[in-house]
């Protein structure tokens, strides 16, 4: 069979998922579509406004699709296509699961914040922690989103329009997305901005098809088939890999963008074409991205030693354009990896702000009160600047995948909640439980413990969280579901 058929094998089970998990995720959760949403209760022409489902749509992808599903596919591409298997099957039963059920319980609960959702679900101290733990990812997604388009529009501009500059730029701009109303910047520029970001991903995958290159050509009999460990460091695939790939497959920043959505959608009816889809679809760009590093580099030591000597994915990502698009269609790819990263960081700190808004209860209405909030958050994001990218994407990588976990276990108790099975929501719970524990153990950031120590405290964590998880199942029976009323 050609190796090119399993990349369009991929792309359609990844469509399939959407038609078929989709639908079960909708059945699961029972949305109503007569329910008042809060766009319409709620209007305040800042944050509660109701919009086009093709605009939400939009939206939502550029949110969520930032330079995480670029990056991290890349990145993970060094383990070989086990990399492939994860961005396929983790965003059918994982992250479409997690963006669906984040979105729509917080559509339930008028568009709270992820901290707000969590605490309904699973309690006051849960609440209380995701409140420090979700400010303090969105911060470091605010800081890894704007230096890395910094660093790739500093390489393609004159040498006055340094780093710096570029860093100047993005803030500013950040700044003002971050405080105008929802429809006056992000609404009016994502349309666009998604037509550069498909042209990107149609563009690299028809330039690796019509130049004829070998696709997965690290993959025979003769070096381990498809399940092998490429990493040209010997890194474990379990649990690197799963953090690596922060986002294509699974993400909990998902879960801190879906409330800016739940306040704009006009139904409930609409909850699955734009939390499962945009995750489907984040879900097909990351599997581009990993295809690309399979496929245009012929070795696991040759893509290492582009990313070596870039110091980050960004190199990858300018070489392959360049290659396979031209001078013209190449600057469009980069300017789309761009972009991407800078529509995730300027609702990032807009996420951030509403957040801070619910545990305050500072209405943002007002503009003033908007600028009490965001300036300091942009003083923060600014010094964190400062700190070396490789470290800041090991901490937020690790901090999006605990998020995830805290999510779907929050998903699965409202699932429990309504009498549901939950098992769809518990058992990636426990996995993604069991892996940023491992993780974190074994991480040159964390602990640095012995493989297999860690390993075994991971495995060890994730099951009493799942014993008292179903210890509690009586307990989540006898709570009255909230549905806060609009």
Same mark, same amino acid.
Request: net charge positive; charged share 10%; proline share 6%.
């Given at each position: ?30 949305? $109503? ?25 939009? &939206? ?18 060094? !383990? ?39 605490? !309904? ?44 500059? =570029? ?6 701009? !950040? ?14 520029? !994502?349309?666009?901005? #998604? ?26 009999? $003769? ?49 699955? +074409? ?9 879900? &097909?760009?990351?599997?581009? =991205? ?18 070596? #000597? ?19 269609? /190449?600057?469009? #790819? ?23 808004? $619910? ?49 779907? =276990? ?6 429990? +909640?309504?009498?549901?099975?939950? =098992? ?9 439980? #069991? ?16 493989? /297999? ?23 989540? +029976? ?9």
């Amino acid at each position: 069979m050609p190796s090119i058929v399993y990349f369009f094998l991929a792309v359609a089970v990844l469509i399939l998922g959407y038609a078929i998990y989709g639908n079960v995720a909708e059945r699961l959760f029972g949305p $109503d579509f007569h329910r008042r949403v809060p766009a319409s209760a709620l209007n305040d022409g800042v944050d509660y406004i109701s919009l086009p489902t093709w605009k939400v749509f939009l &939206i939502q992808l550029l949110n969520i699709a930032g330079v995480g599903p670029v990056f991290g596919p890349i990145l993970g591409a060094l !383990y070989g296509p086990s990399a492939l298997l994860w961005i396929v099957f983790g965003t059918i039963f994982a992250g479409g699961m997690h963006d669906y059920f984040s979105g729509m319980i917080s559509l339930r609960y008028n568009g709270k914040s992820i901290p707000e959702v969590v605490g !309904y679900t699973l309690g006051g101290g849960f609440k209380q922690f995701m409140r420090v733990f979700s400010l303090v990812l969105l911060v470091l997604v605010g800081v890894v989103f704007v230096t890395a388009p910094a660093g790739i529009l500093a390489s393609l501009t004159p040498d006055w329009a340094n780093f710096r500059f =570029w860093l100047v730029i993005i803030f500013l701009y !950040y700044f003002l997305a971050t405080i105008l109303p929802i429809d006056v910047i992000i609404a009016r520029l !994502y349309p666009l901005f #998604a037509a550069v970001l498909l042209i990107m991903a149609v563009g690299i995958s028809a330039g690796l098809i019509f130049k004829g290159y070998n696709f997965y050509n690290w993959v025979s009999p $003769d070096i381990g088939g498809p399940f092998a460990n490429f990493h040209p460091q010997g890194l474990p695939i379990w649990p690197l890999m799963f953090i690596t790939i922060a986002c294509g497959a699974l993400s909990g920043f998902h879960a801190t963008q879906s409330p800016m959505m739940a306040r704009c959608l006009s139904s409930e009816k609409h909850g699955r +074409r734009v939390f499962y889809g945009a995750m489907v679809a984040e879900g &097909i760009i990351g599997l581009v =991205w990993a295809t690309a590093g399979l496929t245009f580099y012929n070795s696991p030591e040759a893509l290492a030693a582009v990313i070596k #000597a870039g110091g980050s994915p960004a190199a990858v990502v300018k070489e392959v354009s360049l290659a396979l698009l031209g001078s013209a269609g /190449g600057v469009l #790819a980069i300017l789309g990896v761009v972009i991407l990263p800078i529509t995730s960081g300027d609702t990032a700190f807009r996420a951030s702000r509403l957040l801070v808004a $619910d545990l305050t209860g500072l209405s943002q209405a007002s503009p003033q009160k908007r600028l009490l909030i965001a300036i300091p958050l942009f003083l923060i994001g600014i010094v964190l600047c400062n700190i070396d990218f490789i470290i800041i994407w090991r901490y937020f990588s690790w901090a999006n995948q605990t998020l995830a976990s805290f999510m779907l =276990w929050a998903a699965a108790a409202y699932v429990v +909640r309504r009498g549901g099975f939950h =098992w769809l929501l518990t058992l990636p719970a426990s996995f993604m439980t #069991a892996t940023v524990i491992a993780y974190i153990c074994v991480a040159p950031e964390g602990f640095t413990l012995p493989y /297999g120590l860690s390993c075994s405290i991971g495995l060890t964590v994730a099951a009493f969280c799942l014993v008292w998880f179903l210890a509690s199942l009586a307990k989540f +029976r006898r709570n009255i579901l909230l549905e806060l009323p609009v």
